[in-house]
């Protein structure tokens, strides 16, 4: 007597890979015969990467960069006289305040300093690990978000330079003195917090609102440094090349170790189909 007709197995095979566009990848299912080897039937899944955007010549546009944050600050620090005339800056300035613009001033001295900084950027990782993408965006997220204030604290020691005379302000708002002038690390911050935020948003409606709005967030930050008198022009013009620079290394980096972040992180799990039954 004939018996059952043989059932035809199929396999599922799903894998995560980041997309060219810097999209989070979707599992990819796809379908294989059996080919009677033990590991046949096997589902494998595991977290969605994100892949960052990335240029084509990342490392070299990154030194290129931070070559050119390391050449203005030395110019500034060691060309005579320079300093005294950016300060002239400062000084306007400080003979100008209003209460209304230092209040925000003064809001985003304490908003985008190292300890709020750092509340925020925990807290906003927090709320992307658990609702809007999981733990490798959220970590995601924090090293772009955080490679700004980083950098800025790397070229500082490099550079050296010192900070503007409070005592030669006409209103001093936040007295500060010290060798830490070269690059701003709040402007450095809001930088690189801004690409973190656009790189939520691209690909959805809200991007160019978010790309105007990080723009317009970094400049008036770095208005408020020059305001309070904490800073060079050139201090905070540096600050865009510095996050910028952060920003790029970071991103390629990223695209090389996310793939095997996730492999660390997955966890496969065997999912076999029922064989045909023998009589």
Not at 12 to 24: L, M, S
Not at 50 to 62: D, E, I, S, T
Not at 122 to 143: D, E, H, P, S, T
Request: net charge positive.
């Amino acid at each position: 007597m004939t018996g059952p007709v043989p059932v035809k197995r199929e396999a599922v095979y799903r894998d995560a890979a980041p997309c060219r566009d810097g999209a989070p990848s979707r599992d990819i299912a796809q379908r294989r015969p059996d080919t009677g080897r033990p590991d046949a039937g096997r589902t494998v899944a595991g977290p969605r990467l994100w892949a960052l955007p990335q240029v084509r010549h990342w490392l070299l546009l990154g030194l290129l960069l931070s070559a050119a944050v390391v050449a203005l600050g030395l110019t500034a620090q060691l060309t005579p006289g320079f300093s005294a005339a950016e300060f002239g800056v400062d000084r306007d300035l400080s003979q100008h305040h209003a209460a209304a613009l230092t209040a925000v001033a003064m809001a985003l001295n304490l908003v985008f300093g190292p300890v709020a900084g750092l509340a925020l950027i925990g807290a906003a990782a927090l709320y992307i690990w658990l609702f809007r993408g999981g733990l490798v965006k959220a970590l995601a997220f924090g090293l772009v978000a955080s490679s700004g204030w980083v950098a800025s604290e790397f070229f500082k020691i490099i550079v050296a330079r010192q900070r503007p005379s409070p005592a030669l302000l006409f209103d001093p708002l936040a007295p500060e003195t010290g060798s830490n002038s070269f690059p701003s690390g709040h402007v450095s911050f809001a930088v690189a917090l801004g690409f973190a935020l656009y790189f939520l948003a691209r690909g959805t409606r809200w991007a160019k609102v978010t790309a105007v709005g990080a723009a317009a967030m970094a400049l008036v930050v770095a208005w408020s440094r020059l305001y309070i008198g904490v800073h060079y022009p050139t201090d905070v013009a540096a600050s865009f090349l510095a996050a910028s620079a952060a920003v790029v290394m970071v991103a390629g980096l990223w695209n090389v170790a996310a793939p095997r972040i996730a492999g660390w992180l997955r966890t496969p799990s065997a999912i076999r189909s029922p064989g045909p039954e023998r009589k």
